[in-house]
C-alpha cells in the first residue's frame, strides 16, 4: 500500500516538475449553437482517450492531434466543462499572485469561441476565492482595467461623461475616437508602465462591479460573426501586496487577465473601412504575440516585445518571471475547421514556449510591530508550479 501511494506520489511530482518552466496551454470548446429545427450541425472535433489531446477531422483528410494541459468540452473523454471543473484547474495558478508571483492567464481564439464568457466566469470565481483565501493576511488588493484598440491603450476605469459634461456609466454603441489614450512607457527598471487608473478593492463583488461598467465602454461593434464583437484585447490587472508575517517580507504578485479581440483571418468578417483598419491592428498585435512566443520557444537573446503596445504591456507577464496558462477557445462545427486550425496551431505554437523559474516579487519587510500577531496565518495558497 505504501509502495503505491509513493509511486502516486513521484507520479505527481513529476508531472509537476514538467508543468514548471513552460507556458501552460488549455483548450476550450464551445457547444454548438443549437439551430431552429433542433439539430446542432457537423461537429469536425473529438477528444481521444485520456483527455488531453484534440483530433480535428479537417476537410474529411484525417485528424490533426493536438495535445494540450487540458480540454474542456461536453464531449466525450474531455474534462469537465463546467466553470467550476475550469476553476479546479486554473485557480492554483491564478492564486499564487497571493504569494507574491506574476500570473497572466489569456483567451485566445476566432469571434464567437467564448473568450469573454470564459475570462468573466474565471474572473468572478478567483476573485471570490482570493479574497475568502485572504483572511488573516495584511494584504492590498487593487484592480486596473485596460484594452487595447487599435494599438492604443484607453482605460477602462475611466468615467465616460455624458453631453452635459456629468459622469455617467452607460453602453456606448460607437467608438469613442476622442477618449485620450493613456502613455505606455519603460521606467529605468526596464519595466513598462502605464499610467492608468488603479482601484483599491475590498471583496470579489467591487471587481465585478467594475469589469461589468468597464466592459460596457469598451470597443466593440457588429460584424458578420458576432453582434458584440470584440475589437480590443482587454487587460485586467488584479494587484496583490500582501505582508507574509511567517516570512518577515511584503510581497506583491501582478495578475493578468487577458480578453484578446477575435483572432479570424480577415476575409471571415467581411469588413471594410473602420473595421478593416481595426481587425488590421488586431492581426497586427495578435501576429507579434506570435512572434514573441516563437523567439521565447527558440531561447533567442532579442525578444520583440516592442512591435506592439499588446506585447510590451504582456512584456512582463512573458519574460520568465511568471506563470501563463494559455486558454484557446475553439469552436467545434465543421463550418469553422479552419479557424479551429489557425487557433490549435497557435496553441501548440504557445506550448513550445519555455519560461524561467517563476519568482516571488519581493517589496519590503514587514513592520517589527506587526510580525508576531498574526504568525500562524503564514503559509498562503499553495501556489502550485
Ligand atoms: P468571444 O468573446 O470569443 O467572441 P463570447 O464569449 O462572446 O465569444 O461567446 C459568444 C456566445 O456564445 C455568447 O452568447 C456566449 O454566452 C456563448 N458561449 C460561449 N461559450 C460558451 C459555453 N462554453 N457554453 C455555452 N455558451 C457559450
Ligand atoms: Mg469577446
Same mark, same amino acid.
Request: hydrophobic residues 35%; charged residues 25%; aromatic residues 6%.
Given at each position: 500500500?505504501?509502495?503505491?501511494?509513493?509511486?502516486?506520489? /513521484?507520479?505527481?511530482?513529476?508531472?509537476?516538475?514538467?508543468?514548471?518552466?513552460?507556458?501552460?496551454?488549455?483548450?476550450?470548446? /464551445?457547444?454548438?449553437?443549437?439551430?431552429?429545427?433542433?439539430?446542432?450541425?457537423?461537429?469536425?472535433?473529438?477528444?481521444? %482517450?485520456?483527455?488531453? =489531446?484534440?483530433?480535428?477531422?479537417?476537410?474529411?483528410?484525417?485528424?490533426?492531434?493536438?495535445?494540450?494541459?487540458?480540454?474542456?468540452? $461536453?464531449?466525450?473523454?474531455?474534462?469537465?466543462?463546467?466553470?467550476?471543473?475550469?476553476?479546479?484547474?486554473v485557480l492554483p495558478l491564478a492564486l499564487s499572485?497571493?504569494?507574491?508571483?506574476?500570473?497572466?492567464?489569456?483567451?485566445?481564439?476566432?469571434?464567437?469561441?467564448?473568450?469573454?464568457?470564459?475570462?468573466?466566469?474565471?474572473?468572478?470565481?478567483?476573485?471570490?476565492?482570493?479574497?475568502?483565501?485572504?483572511?488573516?493576511?495584511? &494584504?492590498?488588493?487593487?484592480?486596473?482595467?485596460?484594452?487595447?484598440?487599435?494599438?492604443?491603450?484607453?482605460?477602462?476605469?475611466?468615467? %465616460?461623461?455624458?453631453?452635459?459634461?456629468?459622469?455617467?456609466?452607460?453602453?456606448?454603441?460607437?467608438?469613442? $475616437?476622442?477618449?485620450?489614450?493613456?502613455?505606455? /512607457? *519603460?521606467?529605468?527598471?526596464?519595466?513598462?508602465?502605464?499610467?492608468?487608473? &488603479?482601484?483599491?478593492? *475590498?471583496?470579489?463583488?467591487?471587481?465585478?462591479?467594475?469589469?461589468?461598467?468597464?466592459?460596457?465602454?469598451?470597443?466593440?461593434?457588429?460584424?458578420?460573426?458576432?453582434?458584440?464583437?470584440?475589437?480590443?484585447?482587454?487587460?485586467? =490587472?488584479? =494587484?496583490c501586496e500582501v505582508e507574509n508575517e511567517w516570512?518577515?517580507?511584503?510581497?506583491?504578485?501582478?495578475?493578468?487577465?487577458?480578453?484578446?479581440?477575435?483572432?479570424?483571418?480577415? &476575409?471571415?468578417?467581411?469588413?471594410?473601412?473602420?473595421?478593416?483598419?481595426?481587425?488590421?491592428?488586431?492581426?497586427?498585435?495578435?501576429?507579434?504575440?506570435?512572434?514573441?512566443?516563437?523567439?521565447?520557444?527558440?531561447?533567442?537573446?532579442?525578444? %520583440?516585445?516592442?512591435?506592439?503596445?499588446?506585447?510590451?504591456?504582456?512584456?512582463?507577464?512573458? &519574460?520568465?518571471?511568471?506563470?501563463?496558462?494559455?486558454? =484557446?477557445?475553439?469552436?467545434?462545427?465543421?463550418?469553422?475547421?479552419?479557424?479551429?486550425?489557425?487557433?490549435?496551431?497557435?496553441?501548440?505554437?504557445?506550448? /513550445?514556449?519555455?519560461?524561467?523559474?517563476?519568482?516571488?516579487?519581493?517589496?519590503?519587510?514587514?513592520?517589527?510591530?506587526?510580525?508576531?500577531?498574526?504568525?500562524?496565518?503564514?503559509?498562503?495558497?499553495?501556489?502550485?508550479?
Amino acid at each position: 500500500k505504501y509502495r503505491l501511494e509513493a509511486q502516486e506520489r /513521484r507520479k505527481i511530482f513529476n508531472k509537476m516538475l514538467t508543468m514548471q518552466g513552460r507556458l501552460r496551454v488549455m483548450a476550450r470548446i /464551445r457547444p454548438l449553437e443549437m439551430k431552429e429545427g433542433g439539430g446542432g450541425g457537423q461537429r469536425c472535433l473529438s477528444i481521444a %482517450p485520456g483527455g488531453d =489531446t484534440i483530433m480535428l477531422d479537417f476537410d474529411h483528410n484525417g485528424a490533426h492531434k493536438f495535445r494540450f494541459d487540458k480540454v474542456f468540452s $461536453h464531449l466525450p473523454n474531455a474534462h469537465s466543462d463546467t466553470e467550476h471543473g475550469i476553476a479546479e484547474q486554473v485557480l492554483p495558478l491564478a492564486l499564487s499572485a497571493m504569494d507574491g508571483y506574476n500570473v497572466c492567464i489569456f483567451a485566445y481564439g476566432q469571434t464567437g469561441s467564448g473568450k469573454t464568457h470564459t475570462m468573466k466566469a474565471l474572473t468572478s470565481i478567483i476573485c471570490r476565492k482570493l479574497f475568502s483565501s485572504r483572511e488573516g493576511f495584511k &494584504s492590498k488588493v487593487s484592480v486596473s482595467y485596460t484594452e487595447i484598440y487599435n494599438n492604443e491603450v484607453r482605460d477602462l476605469l475611466r468615467n %465616460p461623461k455624458d453631453d452635459h459634461g456629468r459622469s455617467e456609466w452607460g453602453r456606448v454603441d460607437k467608438i469613442d $475616437h476622442n477618449v485620450p489614450s493613456l502613455d505606455v /512607457r *519603460t521606467n529605468s527598471d526596464g519595466k513598462v508602465e502605464v499610467n492608468s487608473i &488603479s482601484v483599491r478593492i *475590498t471583496c470579489a463583488e467591487e471587481v465585478e462591479d467594475l469589469v461589468r461598467r468597464g466592459t460596457e465602454i469598451r470597443s466593440t461593434f457588429s460584424t458578420d460573426l458576432n453582434k458584440h464583437s470584440s475589437r480590443s484585447h482587454a487587460l485586467l =490587472t488584479i =494587484t496583490c501586496e500582501v505582508e507574509n508575517e511567517w516570512a518577515g517580507l511584503k510581497y506583491c504578485g501582478k495578475l493578468n487577465l487577458v480578453d484578446l479581440a477575435g483572432s479570424e483571418r480577415l &476575409s471571415r468578417s467581411n469588413t471594410e473601412g473602420d473595421r478593416l483598419k481595426e481587425t488590421q491592428f488586431i492581426n497586427t498585435s495578435l501576429a507579434a504575440l506570435g512572434n514573441v512566443m516563437s523567439a521565447l520557444a527558440k531561447d533567442q537573446a532579442y525578444i %520583440p516585445y516592442r512591435d506592439s503596445k499588446l506585447t510590451m504591456l504582456l512584456s512582463e507577464s512573458l &519574460s520568465g518571471n511568471s506563470k501563463v496558462l494559455m486558454m =484557446t477557445c475553439i469552436k467545434e462545427g465543421t463550418e469553422e475547421a479552419s479557424e479551429t486550425l489557425c487557433s490549435l496551431q497557435f496553441g501548440a505554437r504557445a506550448k /513550445r514556449v519555455k519560461l524561467g523559474e517563476a519568482k516571488k516579487n519581493v517589496v519590503g519587510k514587514v513592520e517589527e510591530a506587526t510580525a508576531t500577531a498574526t504568525a500562524t496565518a503564514a503559509g498562503g495558497s499553495n501556489g502550485d508550479g
